[in-house]
């Protein structure tokens, strides 16, 4: 798969024909394998939380706030068992954040800027995992560990569970705001400033999930249209927007300290030797 | 940088360019289409409830939008003024428009508090009805947006202030941004005070 | 920062043999009147256990952050690998101190209602089984570090990459700790239990030695080369 | 010339929002707000026109390639359908 991505920078003497001997090359030779590791790790990482969080423990889109003890148990019931095992998998992936943090944090190292924003980067998106996702994880475990457990028991983990998912606004809220100064103090011309600006969108529906603390129904509570369907809307579009320009970042490395080169035309390909060069 | 797109020998005697950084256009764009998503759900759910809007709306008092739209239009002309001044090279001029768009996005925000000082005072709170909801969701929200603004003012008048740095760019990078602050209070203005 | 560890280590046994419901693990299928009963009898030896954990739970980040130091010497171009240990060294933490924390609420009112007893049981059990992720995560970067470090005089020997990915492997049944309430997955069960705990135990000491070795081949070096 | 303009559209925006003050007047009886389809049609296109104005002169659009002055003109007219369109399926909804 790496191989897709990465073939257009090899070595003169790569020896595999096959995909496999190509991909097993990558990945002890690439030059940039450690930073194709990280980016690959991000989005396997983004297309296993799709999955778990929509299809296999259907938790997303979120259930109304506003239901009754007996729904609340009932949808529980439903989904017992793809809440036990999805849930499950979540804990044995989680850690799959740490190359993608670090994937993030080191594009704020390439730039210009102070190492400040690298490691503030690295450590609130570090800690954001765990009240964003991990206590809602476990809150739900609990929830449907035990179906005869007393119905209020089961829905005051539910809120704990979907409040503690939607309501952890501040480390996404500071972490973007930090990765957008960043970009637009930097000089290396890592990511293009319309990022920085997406950044702030995304920043501002941090701020906007806030009513989910104080309303049980309508367009601001949990599963609401403004508090989660416009929120969704950004955080997807900003989300694919990072990857693909982390990837176009790794294309363009070049292991300086000055501003990173643009990407060759397409036509134009790599003379081999800039990259032997580099190694 | 941008403005390097040349004269068209075709077209005017003016070469067109894209004021400031054509990112920020990006910017203005997307905001404002996730104003138009929440503008949406407001007129949505405006029409299911129409007569619980129509009475809590009542409370609304429309001089003071009104009086708070000029306040903003004025601000923006003022920004505008500042891009031309400083495009001329008149900078101590550039840099005292620069401050009153300052004072009147100041007075549009102390003109806010009061209001929803006001409005709080009446009762009316953002968990008091589903139409102060919107209410106070879209001014705060757009408040923010002023208060940044704030802060991209500042970096306008740091460009202005010493000849070392004076980038056009910048000024009018923060200039398009101030203008998608004005023109989206006038979108939120139709629709929380006058739509019915 | 080393030397700390084994003091850390011998203060984690002695917390481990104090809590009663770890050296045999309380199960999963105890009623709500009998994880009741269990707290208000042990109240003392709970709380005085968690207390001490608590002080010291935070002890493993400083080896974390050791190693990290460690793969930032080793031959890579990027400090990626380094900073994926440091995103992970919070986590397992935090996670545990949340698990401390239910166990603690747990026997602060003992006389409360059963179920809502089992209910912070339940929580502080799942919570410590399924910390696992970001030690997994750890292992197995830990591992590629040491595969990619090609140089003439490697940080880590070979073995080390070999044996955190067992380590691994050994940890990662504990994800699904709560997906039965018998058997080896169950959180008192072989696997989810026993050997992720026992996981853990080895790696601190293995990982000990081995950094002790490290850094002390290293004190060496610079010694001769100043 | 240039500064001139500025205040002629900074005037005719003002208007345009003095304009909502007559509307108001006009519509509500004694203080009680009624349902006005004129009125919220109007509302938006008035405001939509204010925004046009800000765009071409206050931001200068006018000078900006063509691209841009498609792409703005092109936003309006999407805003506009949306507004307009979740206006008039809600109250079809709403019957």
Redesign the interface.
């Known amino acids: 798969m790496i191989n897709s991505t990465a073939d257009t920078s090899s070595e003169p003497e790569v020896p595999p024909d096959t995909r496999l001997g190509r991909f097993l090359w990558n990945c002890r030779y690439h ?5 194709w ?2 980016w690959w790790v991000m989005v396997v990482f983004y297309q296993l939380y799709g999955v778990l969080f929509f299809l296999v423990t259907r938790v997303q889109p979120p259930p109304s706030p506003a239901w009754d003890t007996p729904m609340i148990v009932q949808w529980f019931d439903d989904r017992h068992h793809g809440l ?2 999805g ?3 979540v ?9 993608m ?3 993030l ?2 594009s704020m ?1 390439r730039m210009s800027v102070s190492r400040v924003f ?1 490691y503030s980067y ?2 609130m ?3 954001s ?2 009240p964003g996702m ?2 809602m ?3 739900m ?2 929830g ?3 179906p005869d ?2 119905p209020e ?1 089961i829905r005051w ?1 539910y809120d704990f569970a979907f409040l503690s998912f939607s309501g952890t606004m501040g480390v996404f809220l500071v972490g973007s705001v930090v990765w957008l100064v960043a970009i637009l103090l930097d000089k290396n011309n890592v990511f ?3 990022f ?3 950044g ?2 995304n920043a ?2 941090e ?2 999930v806030a ?1 989910a603390w ?2 049980q129904r ?3 509570a949990w599963n609401g ?2 508090a989660w369907w ?1 929120n969704m ?2 955080f997807v579009t900003y989300t694919a927007v990072f990857i693909v320009l982390l990837r176009r970042m790794i294309e363009r490395e070049d ?1 300086g300290t000055g501003p990173l080169p643009d990407l060759p035309d397409k036509d134009e390909t790599v003379p081999a030797g800039s990259v032997g060069a580099l190694r | 940088m941008t403005h390097v797109a040349g004269p068209r020998p075709q077209l005017a005697e003016k070469p067109k360019f894209v004021p400031g950084q054509p990112d920020m256009w990006l910017f203005v764009l997307f905001e404002a289409l996730l104003f138009t998503g929440y503008f949406s759900v407001y007129l949505v759910s405006r029409t299911q409830n129409q007569e619980l809007y129509l009475q809590s709306q009542a409370d609304l008092d429309l001089r003071i939008g009104v009086v708070n739209t000029i306040v903003l239009l004025s601000s923006s002309w003022a920004i505008a003024r500042c891009v031309r001044a400083a495009r001329g090279g008149a900078y101590r001029s550039a840099l005292t428009y620069a401050f009153v768009t300052i004072g009147f996005g100041v007075v549009f925000v102390i003109s806010k508090v009061l209001e929803w000082i006001h409005e709080i005072g009446m009762g009316n709170t953002f968990t008091s009805d589903e139409f102060f909801q919107h209410y106070f969701f879209l001014t705060s929200l757009h408040c923010i947006h002023v208060l940044i603004g704030f802060i991209v003012l500042g970096v306008v008048i740091y460009q202005l202030w010493s000849s070392k740095r004076r980038s056009q760019e910048l000024v009018e990078t923060g200039a398009t941004y101030w203008h998608t602050v004005d023109f989206l209070w006038v979108l939120i203005f139709a629709m929380l005070y006058v739509v019915r | 920062m080393l030397w700390a560890l084994p003091a850390i280590v011998i203060i984690w046994v002695s917390a481990f043999l104090l809590f009663p419901g770890f050296v045999h693990p309380m199960s999963p299928t105890m009623s709500a009147e009998e994880v009741a009963a269990f707290y208000r009898d042990e109240t003392a030896r709970i709380r005085y256990s968690m207390i001490l954990f608590n002080w010291f739970g935070v002890g493993l980040i400083p080896t974390v952050i050791l190693l990290a130091m460690q793969v930032r010497r080793m031959a890579h171009r990027t400090p990626i690998l380094s900073y994926c240990l440091i995103a992970c060294a919070g986590g397992p933490p935090t996670l545990f101190l949340i698990a401390n924390m239910f166990w603690l609420l747990g026997s602060f009112r003992p006389e409360r209602a059963p179920e809502l007893t089992q209910l912070l049981n339940d929580l502080a059990w799942v919570t410590f089984t399924v910390l696992v992720p970001y030690l997994v995560a750890q292992c197995l970067v830990l591992a590629l570090a040491i595969y990619w470090d090609r140089q003439d005089e490697p940080v880590f020997r070979t073995w080390v990459a070999h044996f955190n990915l067992l380590i691994a492997v050994a940890l990662a049944p504990a994800a699904f700790g709560a997906v039965a309430f018998t058997g080896p997955f169950a959180w008192d069960g072989v696997l989810s239990y026993w050997v992720k705990n026992i996981a853990i135990a080895v790696w601190i000491v293995v990982m000990g030695v081995v950094l002790g070795q490290t850094i002390r081949r290293r004190r060496v070096e610079t010694t001769v080369a100043a | 010339m240039n500064n001139k303009r500025l205040v002629v559209v900074w005037a005719i925006l003002t208007v345009l929002t003095l304009i909502y003050v007559w509307m108001d007047e006009a519509v509500d009886q004694n203080g009680t707000l009624t349902a006005s389809t004129v009125v919220t049609v109007s509302a938006i296109a008035i405001a939509l026109i204010k925004v046009r104005i800000i765009f071409r002169e206050f931001m200068e659009v006018r000078h900006a390639p063509a691209w841009l002055c498609r792409l703005t003109d092109g936003w309006v007219v999407l805003v506009a359908t949306c507004l307009l369109g979740s206006y008039f399926v809600g109250s079809a909804i709403a019957g």
């Not at chain 1, 030059?31 to 930073?35: A, C, G, I, Q, T």
């Not at chain 1, 804990?91 to 190359?99: K, N, T, V």
Request: glycine residues 4%.
């Open positions: 030059p940039k394998r450690e930073l590791f990280a036990l095992a849930f499950g998998i804990f044995l992936i989680s850690g799959m954040c740490a190359p943090n670090a994937l944090a080191y190292r690298a690295l450590i998106y570090s800690l995992a765990i991990l206590v994880a476990i809150a475990t609990v449907a560990l035990r457990r007393d028991l983990l293009p400033k319309w920085a600006y997406l702030l969108c501002l529906t701020v906007v009513p104080i309303f309508g367009a601001f249209a403004i416009i809307v950004v292991f």
